[in-house]
């Protein structure tokens, strides 16, 4: 069972930066790709960014493409979330979840149901 424990959020104005950090608790932390989620208050959870469990492979969606940048420290047991330029639509829950990497994705790595462990979340609100 990995445990997940996000952090970082808050407010902050449009074009404002924010770091998201999210702590694990399991012995095989490398064995996991990890990968960040977002909700906004009416809609479903929607992928933002992946990291594979090596740290060599990462994705993003569109909206955040060249704005958010993912990072991950198997040492540590920790992944990041660097996020620059916000924009008002930013504003969502935002989750780490964990995959175990020896299973396969069903729809990709921004499929919330493929991942097995979530933490409780940390809200980023942008504001004009």
């Known amino acids: 069972q990995v445990q997940l424990v996000e952090s970082g959020g808050g407010s902050v104005q449009a074009g404002g930066s924010l770091r998201l950090s999210c702590s694990a608790s399991?012995?095989?932390?490398?064995?996991?790709?990890m990968g960040w989620f977002r909700q906004a208050p009416g809609k479903e959870r929607e992928g933002v960014a992946f990291?594979?469990?090596?740290?060599?492979?990462?994705e993003y969606a569109e909206p955040v493409q060249g704005r958010f940048t993912i990072s991950r420290d198997n040492a540590k047991k920790m992944i990041h979330l660097q996020m620059n330029s916000l924009k008002l639509e930013d504003t969502a829950m935002y989750y780490c979840?964990?995959?175990?990497?020896?299973?396969?994705?069903?729809?990709?790595?921004?499929?919330?149901?493929?991942?097995?462990?979530w933490g409780q979340g940390t809200q980023v609100t942008v504001s004009s």
């Open positions: 399991v012995a095989d932390y490398s064995d996991f790709d």
């Open positions: 979840g964990a995959h175990w990497g020896f299973s396969p994705f069903t729809g990709g790595w921004s499929k919330s149901s493929d991942y097995s462990n």
């Open positions: 990291v594979d469990f090596g740290g060599g492979r990462t």
